[in-house]
T-cell receptor, first 114, second 112 residues
Framework: DAGVIQSPRHEVTEMGQEVTLRCKPI?????LFWYRQTMMRGLELLIY????????DSGMPEDRFSAKMPNASFSTLKIQPSEPRDSAVYFC???FGTGVYEQYFGPGTRLTVT | GQQLNQSPQSMFIQEGEDVSMNCTSS?????WLWYKQDPGEGPVLLIA?????ELTSNGRLTAQFGITRKDSFLNISASIPSDVGIYFC????????????FGTGTSLTVIP
C-alpha cells in the first residue's frame, strides 16, 4: 500500500524564489497535516485540513506561507518569497480522523534556501 | 506551539540492554502516539494509546498511557543496533480535533 507521498524530496533555491511542496495523502484519509522540523524548534504543526477544509493555520509562520487542498488526494504548501530561515524539513502527514487519530508521515522535503 | 517534555534527551546503551523513556505534559491528553524517526526519513508510527492505564506492545516495544493522562512511557527490551534513531511522543488534547503536540525527541544510540 502506498503511504503518504511527498515531492520533491530535496529542494535548493535562492532567497526570494517561490517554492511549492506537494503531498498526496493515504487514500481514504480525510485529515492532512503540514509540519516543519528544525533542530532548534523540533516538529511544528503549520496547518491542518479536515475534508479538504483548513481547520487550524495558526502555526503558519507568516503571510509568505500558504497551503491549499483542492481535493482529497492532493495538497500544496507554498512559500513566496522564500528566505534562508525557511530552510527545514517539511513533512506532510495524514490520518483517518474519525475516532482513530493515528497520523502517518511522508518522507519529507528537505528545503534549503541560500 | 506547545511541546511535550520528553526525557532523556539522548541515550547511549549497549546492545541487549533495555531502554526506558517518557513524555510528560501539564495538560491532560486523550491519545498518545509514539514514533521513531531514522535519519533522512519521516517519523514512523510505533504504538498508539487511547485509554488511561493502557499498556500496548509491538514486538520488543511496550508503551503505557499514564493514569494521570499527563504522561506516557516507552520501553524497548533487549535493544539491537537497528533501534538507533530518534523517538518522539505525540499527544492529543481533548476537544482539539486531530491536532497532536510533539515531544522534543529522545535520541537513542545502541553500541554493538
Amino acid at each position: 500500500d502506498a503511504g503518504v507521498i511527498q515531492s520533491p524530496r530535496h529542494e535548493v533555491t535562492e532567497m526570494g524564489q517561490e517554492v511549492t511542496l506537494r503531498c498526496k495523502p493515504i487514500s481514504g484519509h480525510n485529515s492532512l497535516f503540514w509540519y516543519r522540523q528544525t533542530m532548534m524548534r523540533g516538529l511544528e504543526l503549520l496547518i491542518y485540513f479536515n475534508n479538504n477544509v483548513p481547520i487550524d493555520d495558526s502555526g503558519m509562520p507568516e503571510d509568505r506561507f500558504s497551503a491549499k487542498m483542492p481535493n482529497a488526494s492532493f495538497s500544496t504548501l507554498k512559500i513566496q518569497p522564500s528566505e534562508p530561515r525557511d530552510s527545514a524539513v517539511y513533512f506532510c502527514a495524514s490520518s483517518f480522523g474519525t475516532g482513530v487519530y493515528e497520523q502517518y508521515f511522508g518522507p519529507g522535503t528537505r528545503l534549503t534556501v541560500t | 506551539g506547545q511541546q511535550l517534555n520528553q526525557s532523556p534527551q539522548s541515550m547511549f546503551i549497549q546492545e541487549g540492554e533495555d531502554v526506558s523513556m517518557n513524555c510528560t505534559s501539564s495538560s491532560i491528553f486523550n491519545t498518545w502516539l509514539w514514533y521513531k524517526q531514522d535519519p533522512g526519513e519521516g517519523p514512523v508510527l510505533l504504538i498508539a494509546l487511547y485509554k488511561a492505564g493502557e499498556l500496548t506492545s509491538n514486538g520488543r516495544l511496550t508503551a503505557q498511557f499514564g493514569i494521570t493522562r499527563k504522561d506516557s512511557f516507552l520501553n524497548i527490551s533487549a535493544s539491537i543496533p537497528s533501534d538507533v534513531g530518534i523517538y518522539f511522543c505525540a499527544g492529543q488534547k481533548e476537544f482539539t480535533g486531530n491536532q497532536f503536540y510533539f515531544g522534543t525527541g529522545t535520541s537513542l544510540t545502541v553500541i554493538p
